[in-house]
Structure formats: C-alpha cells, structure tokens
C-alpha cells in the first residue's frame, strides 16, 4: 500500500490543468500562427483550443500554473527513475538529479509532485536526522568482516534505532572483528542516497568491497525475519563469490529454521516471542501480560506477510505465543498471507475472544513504512482505522517500534553470529 499525500492546494478539478498540459504541447509548434490556432476546435463542445485552455485556466487554483504542473512532473519522473531495484552506472547521477529538482522547487510545486511511485512525501517527510546513522561503508576492513544485511529503510530514526542498533551490537561482541552494512533493497537504497547523502552498499558492492580490501574470514548475518525471498537472493549473491574468500559462513535469520509446519516452533521463536511481548507489555504501560489480560487488552504483532514457503513461519509464531500460554496475543501480516494473519480475520479473532482494547506493534526488525503506513497510517485501510471501523473494540493504539531496538532481539542476533562461527566447514 503507497500513501499519496495530496494537500488541499490540489482540487478536484485538476484533471482540467492535466488536459491543458496536453493541449499546449499540441499547439506549441503553430505558436506563431494565431489564425490556424483558433482555426482547430476542441473536441469538447466545439470550443477553440483557446476558448479551451482559457476555460482550464480558470480552474486552477490561484497562483498554479502549466509551469508549475510541468515542474513537479519533471521532480515525479526523476524520482520514478530512481524508484528501481537494479543499480546501474547512472544511479549516482539520477540520484543527485532528482534531489536537485526537488530542491528547484517552490513549496506549491512540492505539492503537485505525483508519479507512479513519487509522491511530495518522497524527499518532503522527516523520518529523523540521518546524521546519527554510520553507513558502515568505510574501507580499512582487514581480514575478518561481519556484513550485517538487512532489507533497509528510509524512515532515518528507525534505521538509527533498529538496524545500527543491530549492527553497534554485533561490533560491541566482537571487537576483533570489524562489522560493515549491506541493504537488499536498491529502492531504499537510492531513496536515502538522494534525499540524505547516504550512501549504503548493495549486497554486491559490500562483497566487492570485501574483496578489495583483502578480507579472508567473512562472516554474514542476516537481519531478515526468516528463511524468505530475501534471503534467497542474499545466498545466491554469496554463493557466487564463496571461493574468493578463505571462509565464509552465513549466520541464521532472526527466527531461525523454518521447520513444517505451523506446529514447528523452536527456541529462536520462543525468544522473539518473550523479548517482543515484554517490550509491548511493558511500552502499554502493564505490569505483566496478565495485568494486561484483566484489562481486556489484546497485543496484535504485524508481520510482512509473504507467499513464499517460509510464510509458515508467521503461524508458527502463533503456536509459539500460544503455547507459552499468551491468550491475548495475536499474530497478523500486512500481505494477509498465511490467510488467518489477514486484518479481518484477526479482528475477527480479537473480537471473538472478547477483548476490548488493542495495541498494534510491528512484528519487524525495522519500524519503517509498513509500520508507520499500513499499521498506523490515516488512510482508512491501515490496521489500527481498520480496527477501529469494526466498531467491535473501546480503543486501539500502535506502538512504532522495531525488533531491532529490543535488546533482547540484538542479543539473539550476536548469539547467531558467535554461533556460526564457532561452526565447523567454510
């Protein structure tokens, strides 16, 4: 789900403006020929292209010009160009294009930004100060890296609290070691590169960089969720360098294996579970779950949600919160897939076991734009106003953390890692 945030200078006669725009490229090679130009009728009401354009330009709204619209579908194009996951040898430029086109434009120009995937929220929201972040992409490595690869963000504080926070604690383990970044998506990638100056390596730039800085012992930990799509792709991207190195061993996902089936659960599971309960337990302001229970306050953890195998893991996470004894915990995912993690079914759940308050909370490393959009957005099908249209709860609230931020959850992690490497084999 893209959140498109139009402000009120927009009206809804704008489609308007959009015909006129097409109307003056028509007739912008007769500009000198007034005769021939009042000559063609519109196809609308047998108006002159002039009667026409000067209706349209009766609706725009005052100030808003053709030259407006055509500068924010200029900044919209530069930014759906960037909006890819393959880098090329023209992202740098098209990154720094696009910021410049931004920035060349009045605030009323901001506002008309809209493409396929631009919006005026792209370079025009604080999501923090990305100063605080290290992008990890320092050469001077040695001989032994830990590449920490996530699938990234643009929400600035989220990626400070959930990923470095990850990443400060794999370094602070093992100070022998020296701890580098990867992001599995370009999309992000790019987005912080254009609007912050942040530049993030890709898996294949980290592994590059690796190799060009002589490291023989490469160890890599994944901050995914689960064995998924992500995942996969990250193994292909090792596996086709493995033998430049001496050795290199790739650390287990946060949930560990996948087992299965939805009764498969294990002791990754169980912690994630206890680690996230406490944290929202504690965040809503409870003594314990069960403090929470006689309050009839349910705790609903979102996932992603995905249609690859390892989207048992999700139901699996129910198991774990169950057979912990955790009733009023309940598990669902922004893609609804497994079908019982879907919004209506979970509200369904919620409602049938007669609790009457719910706290949203992400059930993802990084509180990012699932978090701050689909579980909390103001668009009418983001969970907590989905909840709330139900009419069936007293109040529901979200809380905008990460897993990566819980200590309990970086701890996990370091164990992964200091795991992997005392394992035999390359």
């Given at each position: ?149 996530s699938f990234g963000t643009s929400f600035n504080d989220s990626r400070v609290a959930d990923i ?263």
């Amino acid at each position: 789900m893209k959140k498109k945030f139009m402000v009120t200078l927009l009206i809804s006669t704008m489609i308007c403006s959009l015909a006129l725009t097409g109307c003056s490229k028509e007739t912008s090679g007769t500009a000198g020929n007034a005769e021939q130009e009042e000559s063609r009728k519109s196809s609308e009401g047998g108006k002159t292209d002039s009667e026409q354009k000067e209706g349209n330009k009766e609706n725009l709204k005052a100030g808003e010009t053709d030259s407006d619209k055509a500068a924010a579908d200029e900044a919209a194009a530069l930014i759906d160009a960037i909006y890819v996951q393959k880098r090329t040898e023209n992202t740098d430029a098209q990154c720094t294009a696009a910021k410049e086109k931004w920035d060349s434009l009045t605030d009323e120009q901001k506002a008309l930004v809209e493409g396929e995937y631009a919006d005026p929220d792209y370079f025009g929201r604080d999501t923090g100060d990305a100063s605080k972040d290290d992008p990890r992409n320092q050469d001077e490595i040695g001989e032994n890296e830990i590449l920490a690869v996530s699938f990234g963000t643009s929400f600035n504080d989220s990626r400070v609290a959930d990923i470095k926070g990850i990443e400060d604690a794999l370094q602070e383990a093992n100070p022998d070691w020296s701890v580098r970044r990867a992001f599995t998506s370009q999309i992000i990638i790019n987005h912080v590169q254009a609007r912050d100056g942040e530049v993030i390596d890709n898996v294949e730039q980290a592994l590059e960089r690796a190799l060009a800085n002589g490291v023989k012992n490469l160890v890599v930990q994944p901050t995914h969720l689960m064995h998924g799509a992500e995942y996969d792709e990250l193994m292909e991207a090792v596996e086709s360098c493995r033998d430049k190195f001496e050795t290199v061993k790739v650390a287990e996902p946060l949930l560990g294996e996948i087992g299965q089936d939805a009764s498969a659960i294990n002791a990754d599971k169980e912690a994630v579970a206890k680690a996230l309960t406490e944290a929202a337990v504690q965040d809503a302001g409870y003594d314990n779950l069960d403090g929470a229970k006689a309050d009839g306050a349910a705790f609903v953890f979102l996932g992603h949600g995905t249609s690859h195998t390892a989207k048992v893991s999700y139901s699996q996470m129910q198991s774990q919160v169950e057979a912990l004894g955790y009733e009023n915990v309940f598990i669902g995912t922004v893609e609804g897939e497994p079908e019982e993690t879907a919004c209506e079914a979970v509200i369904d759940a919620v409602k049938q076991a007669g609790y009457k308050k719910v706290i949203l909370r992400p059930l993802m490393v990084v509180a990012g734009d699932h978090a701050n959009n689909d579980m909390a957005g103001e668009d009418e099908d983001s969970w907590i106003n989905m909840f709330k249209a139900s009419g069936s709860f007293d109040s529901v609230d979200a809380q905008i953390t990460g897993l990566g931020s819980i200590e309990n959850i970086q701890k996990l992690y370091v164990e992964h890692t200091a795991s992997v490497m005392k394992s035999e084999g390359n």
